[in-house]
Nanobody, 125 residues
Framework: QVQLVESGGGLVQAGGSLRLSCAAS????????MGWFRQAPGKEREFVAG????????YYADSVKGRFTISRDNAKNTGYLQMNSLKPEDTAVYYC??????????????????WGQGTQVTVSS
């Protein structure tokens, strides 16, 4: 079992920044992939970014490329999502998730085994 707890969400004006954190505990492994997803009201949950825990290989959705940065701190067992140049369309509940099994970073929600409870990000115009 892996437990994930997100933090760092909030209200920010367009153009501003936020950093989300995802603290992992339980049976973690350097082979895992951590992904960030988001879900806006009335929309499906969508992939935002992913990182291989060991090799720091990253992958981003086109909608956030160049604005968001995913990273991890192995010593703290924590992943981060730095979000810059935020837009109102980035407003959503953000979730972190862990994929135990796949080698490549997957965009499918079904590939991920464990999920956090989510943190709200609201970007005002």
């Amino acid at each position: 079992q892996v437990q994930l707890v997100e933090s760092g969400g909030g209200l920010v004006q367009a153009g501003g920044s936020l950093r989300l954190s995802c603290a992992a505990s339980g049976r973690t492994s350097s082979s895992y992939i951590m992904g960030w997803f988001r879900q806006a009201p009335g929309k499906e949950r969508e992939f935002v970014a992913g990182i291989r825990w060991s090799g720091a290989i990253t992958y981003y959705a086109d909608s956030v490329k160049g604005r968001f940065t995913i990273s991890r701190d192995n010593a703290k067992n924590t992943g981060y999502l730095q979000m810059n140049s935020l837009k109102p369309e980035d407003t959503a509940v953000y979730y972190c998730a862990v994929d135990r099994a796949n080698f490549r970073i997957e965009e499918r929600t079904g590939a991920y085994d464990y999920w956090g409870q989510g943190t709200q990000v609201t970007v005002s115009s």
